[in-house]
């Protein structure tokens, strides 16, 4: 399994991010705490690296997230 789809199924589960009046967000800490047997390196670079450019609206296979503050994240709606 991927660390996307590791990702989606701890969103979905619950197991990661909490819930706001716009979506889902995941912090850069609790996305460590979660991941802790990735290697450190990958989990510094995957949120970033999934974010969704700024002015741009949609999700694509590789970015699906939206940075709101430094090291805190909104995942787009259609990735769940």
Do not use: C
């Amino acid at each position: 399994m991927t660390l996307k789809q590791r990702f989606r199924a701890a969103l979905i589960s619950g197991e990661l991010g909490y819930v706001d009046d716009h979506g889902i967000v995941v912090t850069l800490k609790a996305f460590k705490a979660y991941f802790s047997d990735v290697p450190s390196d990958y989990q510094l670079s995957f949120l970033p690296a999934a974010t969704i450019e700024p002015g741009r609206v949609e999700m694509t296979s590789t970015k699906f997230l939206y940075r709101i503050a430094k090291g805190v994240y909104r995942v787009h709606g259609d990735f769940i």
